[in-house]
């Protein structure tokens, strides 16, 4: 079993990198085609990514957030955030692009990495730093956090950086878990409420609708977006809900 020593970062905790890929905006939520015009989801995937980005920087335990990306974008708005940006040039998917991330964690020192994708826009930051908190009182090396499916991976924190290979994608969820197993990890399946919704599908616009309507003050970058969908009228039709506030025709 692999180990890994307590941390050095001021709280004694475990340095911790926090991991944020992100797809360019043009080329985004193509699954959202047949709802919403390519202007609308781009404005959409980059609202969910600064809601993700700013839940990150708020989380106790977590000391650096690097976003990898190849969009202009998404890097001028994580720099003004003051985290790590790194490129990625090839775009050639989830899994690439955190090995990125890790290869820079580990460089820098990182004792675990936190890979959070872009459109969990819900996330909060309480709830992730009490899943880091209790993964290093109990030291699990690799937490993986489903989808509401119960099929993908939504998250995964993983002591050391290179404890195993991540592998994103349909059926994730399995692949981690038995990637864990062979490796002879301590793990577990962690189902966090917050980072369980992503949006990939109408569906799932439909239900982050439908929740940001019962929490006022929460994701705030991607209620405005929702907001101003060009289409948003007709989006409000097809999703069988209210539109998220006012109406405005982008």
Known sequence: MLRYSRGTSPAGQMRTLAILPIKSFGAAKQRLSGLLGNGSRQALAQAMFLDVLASLRR????????????????????????????????????????????????????????????????????????????????????????????????????????????????????????????????????????????????????ELSALLEKRRGQACMTRGALRQLDRCAGVGGRLNRPPVGPVARA
């Open 59 to 206: 989380v106790q335990g977590i000391d650096a957030v690097a976003v990898i990306t190849a969009d202009a974008d998404a890097e001028t708005a994580a720099r003004r955030g003051g985290v790590d940006v790194l490129g990625d040039p090839e775009e050639s998917g989830q899994s690439t692009a955190v090995r990125i991330g890790i290869r820079h964690g580990l460089a820098l020192g990182f004792e675990r990495v936190l890979l959070v994708p872009g459109d969990t826009p819900l996330i909060e930051a309480w709830e992730i730093a009490a899943m880091l908190k209790h993964a290093e009182e109990e030291e699990i090396e690799a937490v993986i956090v489903p989808d509401r499916h119960g099929n993908g991976t939504n998250a995964l924190l993983l002591t050391p950086p290179l404890a195993m290979d991540p592998s994103f994608g349909t059926d994730s969820l399995e692949r981690h878990r038995q990637a864990a197993l062979g490796a002879g990890l301590s793990h577990r399946i962690e189902p966090v409420a917050s980072l369980m919704l992503d949006v990939d599908r109408p569906e799932d616009l439909a």
